[in-house]
């Protein structure tokens, strides 16, 4: 398959790199958390619906260069940002998700996240267990290291669990480095890619093999549904050789390397933004508060990223323009 490439850029970074390192995280100030307040009240007051806010709608002023370069650090640097510092308690949940929706407006095009084409997301404990009918975000379990299907994802912590649901980041080019230093022969395994089947109310259950790796001039680009593989394997659908199954176990065992993984616990009002390219992100089982207003609640973003750092793969990444919205509530 010739000559493997090593990813020598910001992306390939390792968790151990942030240490005494927090310059992936901003904190806002005070006069930005008022600029964001402003835009969003306006909005509200208009009577607009939420995910009827356009750019234009919402324009950042002073808060326009910092988002800026929230945009180039997503796309062409390490691939992450955690933005702290709203403080969710002074306003309603109105506000909070209209603001966080307006900051996304400005990073990407917003796209749809299921079969009944919810363009904001709201991910809690559904009471339902993972299956071919059912996606990680709408259970407690444990989600273990995946890519989304969209360019970039965001998602802002509303409540926190009452125990568990940490969140952990990996660099999905930094992975593809050891696996070429180390151990070259999972490479070919790794980008013929693992069975998947539906996981979308309505869809078809048809199993399909999907690269985890893939390269176009040069450029590495990652994407796995880690929990989706064991799905299709449940079903019986997969069927893999020995070189597969240990080239799978490998990554599986760097991903959650402790020197390799990112932990952070997302506190209310924390947004996470992230390029699904580059980053890989999971999440630990959590258990909620037994009263359903203090219940675990986290509000997603998929996004068409503006400046995207690398090419579209249409044959590996067909899906990553949002999910087809064929279903009504």
Not at 9 to 23: E, I, L
Request: aromatic share 10%; hydrophobic share 40%; charged share 25%.
């Amino acid at each position: 398959m010739g000559q493997l490439p090593l990813v020598n850029d910001a992306t390939a970074w390792k968790g151990a790199d942030y240490a005494n390192d927090r310059s992936w995280i901003y904190t806002l100030a005070a006069t930005e958390v008022e600029a964001l307040a402003q835009a969003a009240g306006h909005c509200l007051a208009r009577g607009l619906g939420i995910t009827d806010i356009t750019a234009a709608d919402f324009p950042l002023g002073r808060m326009a260069p910092v988002i800026a370069g929230w945009a180039t650090e997503i796309n062409h640097g390490r691939g992450f940002v955690l933005v702290k510092g709203l403080p969710q308690e002074r306003f309603s949940n109105d506000e909070v998700r209209a603001m966080f929706w307006g900051i996304g407006l400005h990073l990407g095009k917003p796209v749809s996240q299921n079969s009944y084409g919810d363009m904001l997301g709201d991910v809690y404990d559904e009471g339902v267990k993972l299956g071919a009918r059912v996606r990680g975000y709408r259970t407690n379990q444990l989600l273990r290291f995946h890519s989304d299907r969209c360019d970039m994802v965001g998602l802002l912590c509303a409540r926190q669990a009452r125990d568990g649901g940490l969140s952990s980041l990996v660099s999905s080019t930094r992975v593809w480095n050891e696996v070429v230093q180390h151990r070259p022969e999972y490479a070919a395994p790794l980008m013929k890619g693992y069975y998947y089947v539906s996981v979308e109310e309505g869809g078809a259950v048809v199993p399909r093999r999907v690269p985890v790796y893939s390269i176009e001039n040069g450029v590495v680009s990652c994407r796995i549904l880690r929990n989706t593989i064991e799905t299709a394997r449940k079903m019986g659908h997969a069927d893999y050789s020995d070189l597969e199954e240990a080239a799978l176990e490998y990554m599986d065992g760097l991903v959650n390397r402790d020197d390799l993984r990112l932990d952070m616990m997302l506190e209310r009002g924390d947004m996470q933004f992230i390029n699904n390219y580059t980053t890989l992100h999971a999440r630990t089982e959590f258990v909620d508060y037994p009263e359903p207003e203090r219940k675990r609640w986290m509000v997603r973003l998929w996004l068409h990223s503006f400046g995207l750092r690398r090419p579209r793969r249409r044959d590996v990444f067909p899906d990553y323009e949002g999910v087809e919205k064929t279903l009504r509530r």
